[in-house]
């Protein structure tokens, strides 16, 4: 059964610097990786998709890095902004058959820019 | 280009109730899925519809069922509301079942169960 998890849970950083956010994920049979944020009480915003076959995959600021092999993804932000305080979300959708076409999610980094 | 829309945004329903959501993917796309975010449990797989078949379900009780049209707009239905069904519900569309495709998520239906 595939597990992703995220770290760090929460994350607080003064606006202008560089972060990191991790994902990993157990089994390392993925179509892709999707990042997605997500503002309070709303839906999720889609920022990166990496295919299988990808190594990273950037868009403006945002540059996701994949190693199926470890099973781990990491979303670089620069140059961060009090607009980018949210919640970010990992999702991986699997090869086995019971997987189907959904994804698994981790639960999330909190992230907040303070001005 | 409009999003996925889903609606209503706000539903309060007592226990043993019934509800329908709807959700209205992005023009073009054919698979919609739907997912129930809670605190507890985080956002969770319901189920997948393409071309008005259900083409893969959740661990969830037949209480939550759904539906796809030929327009490809989608509903959601759970029976016998209990408190623990409080969730937001979030819709993703894609173009097709391609498993390279992009998933685009709705604002999602806030359900409250008193």
């Known amino acids: 059964k595939q597990e992703v998890t995220q770290i760090p849970a929460a994350l607080s950083v003064p606006e202008g610097e560089n972060l990191v956010l991790n994902c990993s994920f157990t089994?390392?049979?993925?179509?892709?990786l999707q990042w997605f944020r997500q503002d309070p009480g709303k839906g999720l915003t889609s920022l990166l998709l990496?295919?299988?076959?990808?190594r990273e995959q950037t868009s403006g600021r945002l540059n996701a890095s994949l190693d199926k092999s470890s099973g781990r993804s990491t979303l670089y932000i620069a140059a961060s902004q009090p607009g980018d305080s949210a919640t970010y979300l990992c999702?991986?959708?699997?090869?086995?058959?019971?997987?189907?076409?959904?994804?698994?999610f981790g639960p999330g980094t909190r992230l907040s820019v303070l001005p | 280009k409009a999003g996925v829309t889903q609606t209503p945004r706000y539903l309060i329903k007592t226990r043993g109730q019934q509800v329908t959501l709807s959700c209205s993917p992005i023009?073009?796309?054919?698979?919609v899925s739907w997912y129930q975010q809670t605190p507890g449990q985080g956002l969770q797989f319901l189920f997948e519809?393409?071309?008005?078949?259900?083409?893969n379900k959740g661990n969830f009780p037949g209480r939550f069922s759904g539906r796809q049209f030929s327009n490809s707009r989608s509903e959601m239905n759970v029976s016998t509301l209990e408190l623990g069904d409080s969730a937001l519900y979030l819709c993703?569309?894609?173009?097709?079942?391609?498993?390279?495709?992009?998933?685009?998520f709705g604002q999602g239906t806030r359900l409250t169960v008193v």
């Open positions: 089994d390392s049979a993925i179509y892709n």
């Open positions: 990496i295919q299988s076959s990808q």
């Open positions: 023009s073009g796309h054919r698979s």
């Open positions: 993703a569309s894609s173009l097709n079942r391609g498993l390279a495709t992009e998933a685009f």
């Open positions: 999702a991986v959708r699997s090869t086995h058959d019971n997987y189907g076409q959904n994804f698994v």
């Open positions: 519809y393409f071309s008005e078949t259900q083409r």
